[in-house]
């Protein structure tokens, strides 16, 4: 049975206590519900591999409450230091090089010398890794490859009886996941989300590469089909064609709308949301349609978790 834990300092404490015994609690953060489980403890994040059926090759983001938590676990460059100085706490995970004897289980990294970091904003979640005192490996807290929860009713759809609880904080601000970010010795985009990569240009003072490989991925989140709802997806869509839900976007109007302004901050807002409830109105072999998203800012982020929705399944 999964139970839902208040956002008060009893609900804090008995998550506390449940991770420390290798239990699995889902929590919100600025972007959303992460599936928190002790990085530390093998057989904790096996669990969390097995609650949301998730391919082992896949590394898993290691959540910390400041920088000098994750200076314990990993070398820090000057480039992500810089950017840690100017991001943390909020949307950004450095991939950095894993320190000797850091503790981390070898699950969390799926074999790779890096470990994906991040100091999330959200006062919940910085309140429970304080509480627990720890590491926590959090990906997105929902089944492999569905849409991301961005309310703990959410988390419960998709993993009630598979994890102990869930934390309640409400909705999440963001919306999207955060940005993965290799820093050091040059920077380069891993995959986009809620920090804009004209932000890190302009921190930085140098133009973001992009790279990554979709078949072995080298971080979190690069799975070419992933954050897919059951039904199909066709993307630049002005119009729904025969047997469609036509989501809309600014001027493109739909049974559903990711923002009937055009404004990219309500539509990364609203993304995963939209996705869940056209994927329950098209019903089993829907059909749903994507107006178009500039590919810019936050549209990045929401094109790229809509060409994932769109990706062919295997």
């Known amino acids: 049975m999964t139970v839902t834990l208040p956002p008060d300092a009893e609900g ?7 991770l420390a015994t290798g239990e699995l609690v889902a929590f919100p953060t600025e972007t959303v519900y992460g599936l928190g489980g002790d990085a530390r403890d093998d057989r904790a994040v096996a669990r969390i591999y097995e609650a949301k059926g998730r391919p082992s090759f896949n590394p898993l983001i290691v959540h910390l409450p400041d920088l000098v938590a994750v200076e314990r676990i990993a070398h820090v460059g000057p480039k992500a230091r810089m950017l840690a100085q100017a991001f943390w706490p909020g949307p950004l995970t450095l991939v950095l090089p894993l320190r000797d004897g850091a503790g981390i289980s070898p699950l969390v990294t799926a074999g790779l010398e890096t470990v994906a970091v991040r100091v999330p904003e ?3 979640a910085q309140r429970l890794l304080r509480a627990f005192g720890g590491p926590l490996a959090a990906p997105s ?3 492999s490859g569905r849409v991301s929860p961005t309310q703990a009713r959410h988390v419960l759809e998709g993993l009630a009886g598979r994890i102990a609880a869930v934390l309640d904080g409400g909705p999440c601000a963001v919306g999207l996941e955060s940005t993965i970010l ?3 010795p040059e920077p380069v985009l891993l995959r986009p989300g809620g920090l804009p990569v004209e932000a890190v240009e302009a921190a930085l003072g140098v133009t973001v590469a992009t790279g990554g490989d979709a078949g072995k991925p080298t971080s979190p989140g690069q799975l070419a089909s992933h954050y897919a709802p059951e039904a199909l997806v066709r993307l630049g869509a002005s119009e729904a064609r025969d047997g469609e839900l036509l989501v809309g976007f600014g001027t ?3 049974t559903l709308t990711l923002s009937d ?3 990219l901050v309500e539509a990364a807002s609203r993304l995963f949301q939209t996705l869940r409830e056209a994927d ?3 019903g089993p072999g829907g059909r749903i349609a994507f107006a178009p998203v500039p590919e810019t800012g936050l549209g990045r982020a929401i094109n790229d ?3 994932r929705a769109a990706a062919p399944r295997g």
């Open 141 to 143: 807290a929902n089944p």
């Open 182 to 184: 290799l820093a050091d």
């Open 12 to 18: 804090i404490t008995e998550a506390a206590r449940l």
């Open 261 to 263: 302004s055009g404004d």
């Open 305 to 307: 978790r809509l060409r």
């Open 280 to 282: 329950r109105l098209t």
């Open 252 to 254: 493109v109007k739909g």
């Open 122 to 124: 959200h006062p919940l």
